[in-house]
């Protein structure tokens, strides 16, 4: 069992940032990637980001590439979302989602791979 719990939500305005972040337990979180998705009002969950195991492969949508950033500390069992220029298209609840069965250097994009989800943050952009 993996638990997983997302922080640093909230409100902000356009052009701003913030950082999400996903605390793990449960399993030895260097063992297996994360990733990041998120769900909109009225639309499905879709892929933001995925990191594999070692913190060294990562993979963005190509909706915020160049403005997030998903990194790691193996150390602290967390996983983070830096998140910058911001849009009101970004506003959704963001989870994070634990891949016990990837394979070193690889991330997915797909949710179904993804066992283990938090209760998620929500984001919330004004323009």
């Known amino acids: 069992q993996v638990q997983l719990a997302e922080s640093g939500g909230g409100p902000v305005q356009a052009g701003g940032s913030l950082r999400l972040s996903c605390a793990a337990s449960?399993?030895?979180?260097?063992?297996?990637?994360m990733g990041w998705f998120r769900q909109a009002p009225g639309k499905s969950r879709e892929f933001v980001a995925a990191?594999?195991?070692?913190?060294?492969?990562?993979y963005y949508a190509p909706s915020v590439k160049g403005r997030f950033t998903i990194s790691r500390d193996n150390n602290k069992n967390t996983v983070y979302l830096q998140m910058n220029s911001l849009s009101p298209e970004d506003t959704a609840a963001y989870y994070c989602a634990a891949d016990l069965t990837a394979q070193r250097a690889v991330v997915s994009t797909t949710p179904a791979h993804y066992e283990y989800w938090g209760q998620g943050a929500q984001v919330a952009v004004s323009s």
């Open positions: 990191i594999d195991s070692s913190g060294r492969v990562t």
């Open positions: 449960g399993r030895t979180f260097s063992n297996y990637a």
